[in-house]
């Protein structure tokens, strides 16, 4: 067993194929996670988190964000790849590419986006929302496999279940997004909260409306299983090659700096 810190996978069926072990729930103060599997990848300790728990029962919206970031941080993890199965804008993506977005605009509206309801007051900072450092390693490795790759692109993420209308895409277009998805929010920002380090490898699985271009049911699965190879093989590498220390991400101290005052005595203090 390695003593290096676990890294975790959140993410689909297609990713769960290269996981294989031991699966557990993990009670959290928000409710019960996922069953969770455990493997060794390449050595390393490896957590596999359905995102839509295991029967894929949990529309985006419904998704117990909050347990599932509470759960991984509760068994070790530091580090988390997150998949996203997106759709396109930008229109040099086709179906199939892969994107590690830069950015997000979180366009939810439902869902509890945070862990800090209570003092202290906290304001994390998300001027890097993705950990460049995991960010730099999934397109080194996505590069060195030849696979095409994205990396100046921003998500937007929407409520959903529904997909976006015509004039939504042309506005995520217009105020820069370059792909569109329904699950990167408020995902990122709880495991930015906690101080974990997470990135996302987006996986273009069609074109936003207005833009899709005509393909046969059969391009539309040979492009999914093409592309779950291609993803789990950039992960399965990626996870073997992860720096055991933080480099220079503002990750792991996201804290430092981001509670207006340091503890609920001091709070309490300022009511008065
Ligand atoms: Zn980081």
New binding site residues.
């Given amino acids: 067993m390695s003593n290096k810190p676990p890294t975790a996978i959140i993410g689909g069926s297609g990713v769960k194929s290269i996981i294989k072990g031991d699966e557990k729930t993990i009670g959290t103060p928000y409710g019960p996670s996922p069953p969770i599997t455990h493997s060794l990848v390449a050595g390393r300790s490896v957590y596999f988190l359905p995102r839509h728990g295991e029967h894929h029962q949990y529309p985006p919206h419904m998704v117990n964000y909050r347990a599932n970031i509470w759960a991984l941080r509760q068994l070790g993890v530091e ?1 988390i790849i997150a998949t996203n199965a997106v759709g396109g804008i930008n229109q040099e993506l086709t179906p199939g590419d892969i994107v590690i977005p830069v950015d997000i605009i979180d366009m939810t509206k439902s869902r509890k986006g945070t862990f800090y309801d209570k003092a202290p007051v906290t304001h994390i900072d998300v001027s890097q929302p993705y ?4 960010r730099r390693l999934l397109i080194d490795t996505a590069r060195m496999k030849k696979v095409n790759v994205h990396e100046n692109i921003a998500m937007a993420a929407t409520e959903g279940p529904r997909y976006e209308t015509p004039a939504e895409i042309r506005m995520l277009r217009t105020v820069g997004c370059g792909i569109v998805g329904m699950t990167g929010a408020p995902e990122a920002f709880l495991a930015r909260e906690l101080q ?4 996302s490898i987006s996986f273009v699985s069609n074109m936003a409306a207005g833009l899709q271009r005509q393909l046969s049911a059969r391009e539309v699965e040979e492009k999914g299983r093409e592309t779950s190879n291609i993803l789990n093989s950039v992960i399965v590498e990626a996870v073997a090659n992860i720096p055991e220390r ?2 220079d ?4 101290n996201a804290l430092v700096q981001a509670q207006l005052v340091s503890n609920a005595a001091e709070v309490e203090q300022l009511a008065r």
């Fill in positions: 580090r950990c460049p450092t995991l974990l380090c997470y990135a933080h480099n991400c503002p990750c792991s």
